[in-house]
């Protein structure tokens, strides 16, 4: 095993010598004895917590340090240290209600890792230290202790409070007075007594990424009081020893939280959230693995390959350029102080430190993942955001000149069991947000995602290398959130969500949500749309994704309640002073808000978009004016009132009110200069063969691709099918590749016929069953595989 020298820094000891050391850790040997020495691992976490040791004179580390003082300067100079004080700090005021207690004990963990780190204004302070011994009894006195009730957001009482107390204590313990150590552990011992249950909810056992948090507070509990039985329930907590593994991290998991053998991480049992709450699994599993890792309590269980498994299949693919997509980010989309990129770079800070002790063929090319997406982002560059522990796994990497690093990943992924598609080419990617009876069309909550009404509707996210700040810059409080790209919306005023207590979801009534994928490189995806309650609003949507182009189709839109409904195109953050040309059909257009009959539209520095069937194309650009605290007013995520400007150029079909059948049909062309668009429109190498209520089809000629997706049984591009189906058919040579999935998993099976000769399989998955000849058919044995696509490849 092999633990970063910069993360776990050199501790003095005969004990400690076998395991921590100035350069790479060696796992232990036979002949080594496993560390069972409490004040070896309490070291150890305080250097997770810091940082442990870098050299002050490296500028990203002197900048590291600098942000850390500026935050740490701010809270110092805030804190009430007066003797007669009500609170910690007067906005986190009456520190009895438990958003307050938990923001102020966050607050303190910060003032505890500034006065642990070197370098800082307040590092080493016997002043610093007196006065969070100080805030932290006040904090237990007042609010924090094992007679409190809990109420409000559990979250606090059992996770967030305790957590930064625990940190505290660890970085503290040297100056910590006992009796004031055994209360904090009392108090721990009340409100997270262990990771397997939830405390309010005796019977509700914890799952996903609440049952990691919960384990690291066990652990550091356990190490705080020397108690080897707390430190190891905390490892077993992992595997779910008490529920024979009915809950471990280290399993797939088919239904409810956890990591799903597609990729998909889902939480609150219906929301995606790889880049939420699955980061903060994979952190928190890879934080207690390294804390743990050669001692007494090393978690041994072999199935954690399912964490090193989920980081290829669940994580790469929702990274780009070191970025999270926001469609697996749920609610978190809306804190402003938690984008896409601080996101990501908690990300990478996660895979980093599994790879610490993960096998070595992984852990490299992980490594050479992270040097090729931190290489590449410009915008935002991982040191500027990352923490001084986040930036010393990456520093590590980056000055390795034996780690190359890693080309963008391409290929197309269907996320079955959370509903989401992602297309990946060499310059850009394009993400769908989709939606059904299984998974939520959004999550709001605890004043969180306010206007998150269509994110989960079909909205599509176009990536692109060279604007990696799209949906980072201000995006979420100015955008208009009734036109999100790639919705069909109606245009009702809708109520803000999500402003009680607890945590709101809304799974539409819907089946179909999802797709396949073909060689890795084709995909296709179809999402029914059933407009939320109040809205009669019914429209069948389907994405061709291919090499260099994303085909949407719309067909049976239908609505009775007299509202306009559009569906949104293109709505494109130019950012704050952005100029980006318009042209509609190669002439300039200013984007008034006029409508116009066109065949194609370009946006400059984004790319192309064709109506391949001509149509009456609106085009807006303004400047958009909202606040972060418009779309999130949570306790401790709420955004500020500040005015945030931003322009946009939105593109979108208007279907009239109260539409009959209506449909639509566009090609996006990202990265595509106007030149090449024009082209694209004349020649339309990609042709539609079908958008009706029972199949919508294209044909690529470039490639020998078809695509459909039938609704009902039927006949698109002399493909059948016996009921719904995605189907993708690709001829070359004299070679077939089929792919075929139910994404409404509706059927038991279903049988495609092909309108040209096949005499036998090459290879197939063992669903799917040939009957050769002049008209062949496929059977697919689709019954309980979660809309998981099902591959042939055939001779012709």
């Given at each position: 095993?092999?633990?970063?020298?910069?993360?776990?820094?050199?501790?003095?000891?005969?004990?400690?010598?076998?395991?921590?050391?100035?350069?790479?850790?060696?796992?232990?040997?036979?002949?080594?004895?496993?560390?069972?020495?409490?004040?070896?691992?309490?070291?150890?976490?305080?250097?997770?917590?810091?940082?442990?040791?870098?050299?002050?004179?490296?500028p990203d580390f002197a900048a590291g340090v600098a942000a850390l003082d500026g935050t740490a300067g701010a809270l110092w100079d805030t804190l009430d240290r007066t003797a007669g004080r009500t609170a910690l700090?007067?906005?986190?005021?009456?520190?009895?209600?438990?958003?307050?207690?938990?923001?102020?004990?966050?607050?303190?963990?910060?003032?505890?890792?500034?006065?642990?780190?070197?370098?800082?204004?307040?590092?080493?302070?016997?002043?610093?230290?007196?006065?969070?011994?100080?805030?932290?009894?006040?904090?237990?006195?007042?609010?924090?202790?094992?007679?409190?009730?809990?109420?409000?957001?559990?979250?606090?009482?059992?996770?967030?409070?305790?957590?930064?107390?625990?940190?505290?204590?660890?970085?503290?313990?040297?100056?910590?007075?006992?009796?004031?150590?055994?209360?904090?552990?009392?108090?721990?011992?009340?409100?997270?007594?262990?990771?397997?249950?939830?405390?309010?909810?005796?019977?509700?056992?914890?799952?996903?990424?609440?049952?990691?948090?919960?384990?690291?507070?066990?652990?550091?509990?356990?190490?705080?009081?020397?108690?080897?039985?707390?430190?190891?329930?905390?490892?077993?907590?992992?595997?779910?020893?008490?529920?024979?593994?009915?809950?471990?991290?280290?399993?797939?998991?088919?239904?409810?939280?956890?990591?799903?053998?597609?990729?998909?991480?889902?939480?609150?049992?219906?929301?995606?959230?790889?880049?939420?709450?699955?980061?903060?699994?994979?952190?928190?599993?890879?934080?207690?693995?390294?804390?743990?890792?050669?001692?007494?309590?090393?978690?041994?269980?072999?199935?954690?390959?399912?964490?090193?498994?989920?980081?290829?299949?669940?994580?790469?693919?929702?990274?780009?350029?070191?970025?999270?997509?926001?469609?697996?980010?749920?609610?978190?989309?809306?804190?402003?102080?938690?984008?896409?990129?601080?996101?990501?770079?908690?990300?990478?800070?996660?895979?980093?430190?599994?790879?610490?002790?993960?096998?070595?063929?992984?852990?490299?090319?992980?490594?050479?993942?992270?040097?090729?997406?931190?290489?590449?982002?410009?915008?935002?560059?991982?040191?500027?955001?990352?923490?001084?522990?986040?930036?010393?796994?990456?520093?590590?990497?980056?000055?390795?000149?034996?780690?190359?690093?890693?080309?963008?990943?391409?290929?197309?992924?269907?996320?079955?069991?959370?509903?989401?598609?992602?297309?990946?080419?060499?310059?850009?990617?394009?993400?769908?947000?989709?939606?059904?009876?299984?998974?939520?069309?959004?999550?709001?909550?605890?004043?969180?995602?306010?206007?998150?009404?269509?994110?989960?509707?079909?909205?599509?996210?176009?990536?692109?290398?060279?604007?990696?700040?799209?949906?980072?810059?201000?995006?979420?409080?100015?955008?208009?959130?009734?036109?999100?790209?790639?919705?069909?919306?109606?245009?009702?005023?809708?109520?803000?969500?999500?402003?009680?207590?607890?945590?709101?979801?809304?799974?539409?009534?819907?089946?179909?949500?999802?797709?396949?994928?073909?060689?890795?490189?084709?995909?296709?995806?179809?999402?029914?749309?059933?407009?939320?309650?109040?809205?009669?609003?019914?429209?069948?949507?389907?994405?061709?994704?291919?090499?260099?182009?994303?085909?949407?189709?719309?067909?049976?839109?239908?609505?009775?309640?007299?509202?306009?409904?559009?569906?949104?195109?293109?709505?494109?953050?130019?950012?704050?002073?952005?100029?980006?040309?318009?042209?509609?059909?190669?002439?300039?257009?200013?984007?008034?808000?006029?409508?116009?009959?066109?065949?194609?539209?370009?946006?400059?520095?984004?790319?192309?978009?064709?109506?391949?069937?001509?149509?009456?194309?609106?085009?807006?650009?303004?400047?958009?004016?909202?606040?972060?605290?418009?779309?999130?007013?949570?306790?401790?995520?709420?955004?500020?009132?500040?005015?945030?400007?931003?322009?946009?150029?939105?593109?979108?079909?208007?279907?009239?009110?109260?539409?009959?059948?209506?449909?639509?049909?566009?090609?996006?062309?990202?990265?595509?200069?106007?030149?090449?668009?024009?082209?694209?429109?004349?020649?339309?190498?990609?042709?539609?063969?079908?958008?009706?209520?029972?199949?919508?089809?294209?044909?690529?000629?470039?490639?020998?691709?078809?695509?459909?997706?039938?609704?009902?049984?039927?006949?698109?591009?002399?493909?059948?099918?016996?009921?719904?189906?995605?189907?993708?058919?690709?001829?070359?040579?004299?070679?077939?590749?089929?792919?075929?999935?139910?994404?409404?998993?509706?059927?038991?099976?279903?049988?495609?016929?092909?309108?040209?000769?096949?005499?036998?399989?090459?290879?197939?998955?063992?669903?799917?069953?040939?009957?050769?000849?002049?008209?062949?058919?496929?059977?697919?044995?689709?019954?309980?595989?979660?809309?998981?696509?099902?591959?042939?490849?055939?001779?012709?």
């Amino acid at each position: 095993m092999r633990l970063s020298r910069r993360t776990l820094l050199a501790v003095s000891g005969a004990t400690a010598s076998a395991v921590l050391t100035t350069g790479p850790v060696r796992a232990v040997t036979r002949e080594e004895e496993p560390v069972n020495d409490f004040d070896v691992l309490l070291e150890r976490a305080g250097a997770l917590l810091t940082g442990g040791a870098f050299d002050p004179s490296d500028p990203d580390f002197a900048a590291g340090v600098a942000a850390l003082d500026g935050t740490a300067g701010a809270l110092w100079d805030t804190l009430d240290r007066t003797a007669g004080r009500t609170a910690l700090w007067p906005d986190l005021a009456p520190l009895t209600d438990p958003g307050n207690f938990g923001q102020s004990y966050t607050r303190l963990r910060t003032l505890a890792v500034a006065w642990a780190t070197p370098g800082t204004a307040l590092s080493g302070s016997a002043e610093t230290a007196d006065a969070l011994l100080g805030a932290l009894r006040f904090a237990y006195d007042t609010a924090y202790h094992p007679s409190a009730r809990e109420s409000g957001n559990w979250w606090f009482w059992e996770i967030g409070a305790p957590r930064a107390l625990m940190d505290c204590c660890v970085l503290l313990r040297d100056r910590l007075p006992a009796a004031d150590l055994a209360d904090y552990l009392a108090v721990v011992d009340r409100f997270c007594p262990d990771a397997d249950r939830r405390t309010n909810s005796p019977t509700l056992p914890e799952t996903g990424a609440n049952r990691t948090d919960k384990a690291v507070i066990v652990a550091l509990r356990g190490l705080l009081g020397k108690d080897a039985d707390k430190v190891a329930s905390a490892r077993d907590a992992l595997s779910d020893v008490r529920d024979s593994g009915r809950n471990s991290l280290f399993r797939y998991t088919t239904s409810g939280d956890g990591f799903y053998e597609d990729g998909s991480f889902v939480q609150h049992s219906e929301v995606a959230y790889t880049g939420s709450y699955g980061t903060v699994l994979l952190g928190g599993a890879a934080w207690l693995l390294s804390l743990l890792a050669g001692s007494a309590w090393a978690v041994t269980d072999p199935k954690v390959s399912v964490m090193y498994e989920a980081v290829e299949r669940s994580f790469v693919p929702v990274v780009f350029d070191g970025l999270m997509m926001d469609a697996v980010r749920g609610r978190a989309v809306s804190r402003e102080r938690a984008g896409d990129h601080r996101d990501g770079a908690a990300a990478v800070a996660a895979i980093l430190l599994l790879a610490t002790g993960a096998p070595a063929g992984p852990a490299e090319h992980w490594r050479s993942l992270v040097k090729g997406w931190l290489a590449r982002n410009r915008t935002t560059p991982f040191t500027s955001l990352a923490t001084l522990p986040q930036l010393a796994l990456a520093k590590e990497v980056l000055a390795d000149r034996g780690i190359r690093p890693a080309p963008r990943t391409t290929g197309s992924f269907v996320f079955a069991d959370m509903d989401r598609v992602v297309h990946r080419r060499p310059g850009w990617a394009c993400t769908l947000a989709l939606s059904s009876k299984r998974i939520s069309a959004y999550e709001a909550g605890n004043g969180e995602n306010l206007h998150g009404w269509y994110t989960g509707d079909g909205m599509t996210y176009l990536y692109d290398g060279d604007d990696l700040g799209q949906y980072n810059d201000g995006f979420w409080p100015t955008v208009d959130p009734y036109r999100l790209p790639g919705t069909t919306v109606d245009t009702r005023p809708r109520d803000d969500l999500g402003t009680g207590a607890g945590t709101s979801t809304y799974r539409p009534p819907n089946a179909v949500a999802g797709g396949a994928a073909l060689d890795g490189r084709y995909g296709a995806a179809a999402m029914e749309l059933i407009g939320a309650p109040g809205s009669s609003l019914r429209a069948r949507k389907t994405w061709f994704l291919l090499d260099n182009t994303v085909v949407a189709l719309g067909a049976d839109i239908t609505s009775d309640d007299g509202h306009p409904v559009e569906t949104i195109i293109e709505n494109r953050n130019l950012g704050a002073d952005g100029l980006n040309r318009l042209l509609v059909d190669g002439v300039p257009r200013s984007g008034n808000g006029a409508s116009e009959r066109a065949r194609w539209a370009h946006i400059e520095g984004v790319g192309g978009y064709v109506l391949p069937d001509g149509a009456v194309l609106r085009t807006l650009r303004e400047e958009r004016t909202g606040t972060w605290r418009a779309i999130d007013t949570g306790a401790d995520t709420g955004g500020s009132t500040d005015p945030v400007t931003r322009r946009y150029l939105t593109l979108w079909l208007d279907h009239g009110p109260s539409p009959d059948g209506a449909g639509y049909a566009y090609v996006l062309l990202p990265g595509a200069s106007a030149a090449a668009t024009a082209v694209w429109s004349a020649s339309r190498p990609v042709r539609v063969l079908a958008n009706d209520a029972t199949a919508q089809a294209v044909e690529d000629r470039r490639t020998g691709l078809t695509a459909v997706h039938f609704w009902a049984a039927g006949t698109a591009a002399g493909i059948t099918a016996s009921g719904p189906a995605t189907v993708l058919v690709r001829r070359r040579g004299g070679r077939v590749s089929v792919a075929v999935a139910d994404p409404g998993r509706t059927g038991t099976s279903v049988t495609v016929g092909l309108p040209f000769t096949v005499r036998r399989v090459v290879e197939a998955d063992d669903t799917v069953e040939l009957t050769p000849g002049r008209r062949p058919s496929l059977t697919f044995a689709v019954g309980g595989s979660r809309g998981h696509t099902h591959r042939a490849e055939l001779v012709q």
